[in-house]
């Protein structure tokens, strides 16, 4: 089994930044992909982030620029940086990845942009 924590989320004025983190942990053999996506009210959960094993990075169109996502193999942890946030980028984010063959899903940390 694998789980995945993350930590990170809170309440940000617009402009501002934040991090997000996730770390996997248990019976891992190979992290292919990881990823964050997000989910707003109403929306569905949307791809916010992909990072490879190589290093190759992938971003959606809105957060270009303003979000950096990063990885620690030895550690196994996905970072997201965040920053320049705007309302729009209020949601649930979640950590995705592909290893041992399989997808898991962290239970999502709340962020919120807000004056």
């Known amino acids: 089994q694998v789980q995945l924590a993350e930590s990170g989320g809170g309440l940000v004025q617009p402009g501002g930044s934040l991090r997000l983190s996730c770390a996997a942990s248990?019976?891992?053999?190979?992290?292919?992909?990881m990823d964050w996506y997000r989910q707003a009210p109403g929306n569905q959960r949307e791809l916010v982030a992909t990072?490879?094993?190589?290093?190759?990075?992938n971003y959606a169109e809105h957060v270009k620029g303003r979000f950096t996502i990063s990885r620690d193999n030895a550690k196994n942890t996905v970072d997201l940086q965040m920053n320049s946030l705007k309302p729009e980028d209020t949601a649930v984010y979640y950590c995705?990845?592909?290893?041992?063959?399989?997808?898991?899903w962290g239970q999502g940390t709340q962020v919120s942009v807000s004056s």
């Open positions: 995705h990845i592909r290893a041992n063959n399989r997808e898991y």
């Open positions: 248990g019976s891992i053999i190979t992290i292919w992909t």
């Open positions: 990072i490879f094993n190589s290093g190759l990075t």
